[in-house]
């Protein structure tokens, strides 16, 4: 799952970072790994939901205190570690 989750975070991050945004480091969400990218207006969230093995990019707006707690969904993609492979997790990422 790790490696999937690398994958996709990284092909995310080349397309968010080419419209201004930055990944904030050491992100931590209770539904599972995930990461966050952040610019002044918005942030965009990529979590594994581990009960329901499934990946999940969510969006919100940014306040003063960071990024608003309420997300909105973008995309879902169940993924099953057990059975699933990296050509899933590629196809996820484009």
Known sequence: MQQAFDLIVKKTAQTLEAQGFTQVPD??????????????????SIVFKTEQNMFELRSTNMTDDGPNTSWKSVSNWIFDPEQDTLNEAESISS
């Open 27 to 44: 992100f931590e969400d209770e539904q599972g790994p995930a990461v966050l990218f952040t610019n002044k207006d918005a942030a965009y």
